[in-house]
């Protein structure tokens, strides 16, 4: 009897946290597919990441973060990439290096350099520089601008498929 009654309540309890993980992944978390190469070989084209979408609610992005969004560009697209500048910041390009407020940014994430220079631009107060881990194939701001703060999604923390790439990111 008492077996039994253990059993129920493990049961119970089971069936209370899968049903509170399920209302959390749908009102507080998405999982897009991957679509692209801009931040390879961090993330590969085919891979579904997990967003948290509170992230930015109870906190700023931070330089290094990955961070989802929507562009005026990319309407039905969902966006991947890394924080570069932030609200202030000075940013430049000289070859392929990054340099913020004139100091050279170390990106240890970066495997696929881009050695074209771009021109120093400051991040605007609702504003983000974003630019994709493999330079060489990204459009990211330093084509088309910076990212509005209203069109940050979440904070792109992990990949959950496939079961090869999984973890944290």
Avoid at 30 to 48: C, K, T
Avoid at 54 to 67: E, K, L, M, S
Wanted: charged fraction near 20%.
């Amino acid at each position: 009897m008492l077996r039994q009654l253990h059993w129920r309540s493990v049961a119970s309890v089971s069936l209370q946290t899968a049903a509170l993980a399920l209302l959390a992944f749908a009102f507080f978390v998405r999982a897009p597919q991957v679509s692209g190469l801009s931040m390879y070989p961090h993330i590969a084209s085919g891979e579904y990441v997990l967003i948290n979408t509170v992230a930015y609610r109870i906190g700023h992005p931070q330089r290094g973060d990955i961070v989802a969004f929507r562009h005026e560009r990319s309407a039905p697209s969902v966006y991947l990439k890394r924080v570069i500048g932030l609200p202030g910041d000075r940013v430049s390009i000289d070859r392929g290096v990054v340099k913020i407020d004139g100091v050279a940014l170390a990106e240890p994430y970066v495997q696929y350099r881009d050695r074209r220079s771009f021109a120093e631009v400051t991040v605007p107060a609702n504003g983000l520089y974003v630019l994709g881990d493999n330079r060489a194939d990204s459009d990211d701001s330093r084509f088309w601008g910076f990212v509005e703060g209203d069109e940050v999604i979440g904070k792109a923390v992990a990949a959950i498929w496939p079961p090869a790439r999984v973890g944290a990111l």
